[in-house]
C-alpha cells in the first residue's frame, strides 16, 4: 500500500476513533453552514430564472397555459420533422391529444436496443423538479418520464415542467424533493462537449435539441 494511502487512512482512523461502532450518518444532526436559497424571490422571479438560465445553457423554451400544451407540442414536432416520438407509460394522455395522426406514438419497451432508440426522432416527457438557480432540470425515471436511457439517445427531447409546482430555487430545495435511491438525470441545456481547442459539439451523449415547456396550471390529461 503506498505511503500517500496510508497517511489517508490514518487520518479517517483518527477522526473516527470516539465515534461509537453502532453509530449510523443518521443518529448525528449536521448542521448546514450553506445558503438553502440565495436571494428573496417571488415564485414568479423564480419561473423567470429558471427560463432565463435554461435558454443560457442553449436550451429553447417556451411558455404556455395548460390549454395550450397539446397543440405546442404538435406544432414543435412537426418543426422538427419528427415522424415517431417516445412516450413514458405514464405520460398524461391529452399532451399528444393533438399530434398529427401520422406521427408513431413508440411506447418506452425494456426489449429496445440503443439502436431502436436512436432511430426515435424526438421523446416527449414530464419531470421530477426544475432548479431556478441552475437552469436544471432532473429526471427520477417517474411515470411521466420513463428509463434514464430514452432521453439519453433520442437527439430531440422535449420537457413539460409544471409550473410553479415542479420549479425550486435551488439545489438544496431540489435534493428535499429527490428519493436518492431512484435513477436520477440531471440536464442543464442540451448534450455538449468541447474538444481541446474549445470547440463546442452538441449531442455527443444525449440530445442535441432541449426543448423546455414551462406550463401554467394544470395540464391536459393531468388527474
Known amino acids: 500500500m ?3 494511502r496510508e497517511r489517508v487512512l490514518a487520518r479517517v482512523r483518527r477522526a473516527l476513533a470516539d465515534v461509537p461502532r453502532d453509530e449510523r450518518p443518521q443518529d448525528v444532526r449536521v448542521e ?4 438553502r436559497v ?19 445553457y ?7 397555459d395548460a390549454a395550450e400544451l397539446p397543440q405546442l407540442l404538435k406544432r414543435l414536432l412537426a418543426a422538427h420533422g419528427s415522424r415517431s416520438v417516445l412516450v413514458p407509460p405514464g405520460l398524461p394522455p391529452g399532451w399528444l391529444a393533438a399530434a398529427d395522426p401520422v406521427l408513431a406514438l413508440v411506447p418506452d419497451r425494456e426489449a429496445d436496443t440503443a439502436y431502436a432508440l436512436d432511430a426515435v426522432d424526438s421523446v416527449v416527457t414530464g419531470c421530477a423538479v426544475a ?3 441552475t437552469g436544471t432540470i432532473v429526471l427520477d425515471g417517474g ?13 430531440h427531447h422535449l420537457c413539460v415542467v409544471r409550473v410553479p409546482d415542479q420549479v425550486v430555487g435551488s439545489v438544496p430545495q431540489a435534493l ?4 436518492p435511491g431512484r435513477p436520477q438525470t440531471w440536464i442543464s441545456g442540451p448534450s455538449a ?10 449531442g455527443v451523449h444525449g440530445p442535441r435539441t432541449l426543448e423546455v415547456i414551462l406550463v401554467d396550471g394544470r395540464t391536459e390529461g393531468q388527474g
Open 2 to 4: 503506498s505511503s500517500g
Open 32 to 35: 448546514r453552514g450553506y445558503l
Open 193 to 202: 462537449t468541447s474538444d481541446i481547442e474549445l470547440n463546442r459539439v452538441e
Open 131 to 133: 432548479i431556478a438557480e
Open 143 to 155: 411515470p411521466d418520464q420513463g428509463r434514464r436511457r430514452i432521453t439519453l439517445v433520442p437527439d
Open 38 to 56: 440565495h436571494g428573496d424571490r417571488t415564485t414568479a422571479r423564480t419561473v423567470d430564472l429558471l427560463a432565463e438560465n435554461l435558454a443560457d
Open 58 to 64: 442553449r436550451a429553447l423554451v417556451h411558455r404556455v
Open 176 to 179: 428535499e424533493r429527490l428519493a
